[in-house]
Nanobody, 121 residues
Framework: QVQLVESGGGLVQPGGSLRLSCKAS????????MAWYRQIPGKQREFVAR???????NYTESVEGRFFISGDVFGATVDLQMNNLKPEDTANYLC???????????????WGAGTLVAVSS
């Protein structure tokens, strides 16, 4: 099995920056995509950013130009640089890796438990 562990969350003032990191407990045979989502209690999980092996990176519109995803498929790590943070960015941020642990296993989505980000003055 694989565990994903996020870190880097915290309390920051509006306009500030945070860098989130996610590391898998083991390497992957192959990774299709690495992504970040966020969730507020009582609401649906929301896509934030993805780095796809075929199509590159894409972002939800509300973070375009402020957030930047950088993934290392060999190290099975993915970071999210968040700049000019706004109160509406407050959420639990979860990382996701979609890939194959071994050549013989099926393609699987793996999720971390998340790291909390609070943007407030």
């Amino acid at each position: 099995q694989v565990q994903l562990v996020e870190s880097g969350g915290g309390l920051v003032q509006p306009g500030g920056s945070l860098r989130l990191s996610c590391k898998a407990s083991r390497g992957f045979f192959s990774i299709m995509s690495m992504a970040w989502y966020r969730q507020i209690p009582g609401k649906q999980r929301e896509f934030v950013a993805r780095q796809h092996s075929l199509s590159g990176s894409n972002y939800t519109e509300s973070v375009e130009g402020r957030f930047f995803i950088s993934g290392d498929v060999f190290g099975a790590t993915v970071d999210l640089q968040m700049n000019n943070l706004k109160p509406e960015d407050t959420a639990n941020y979860l990382c996701n890796i979609d890939g194959w642990i071994e050549e013989s296993t099926g393609r699987t989505n793996y999720w971390g438990a998340g790291t909390l980000v609070a943007v407030s003055s």
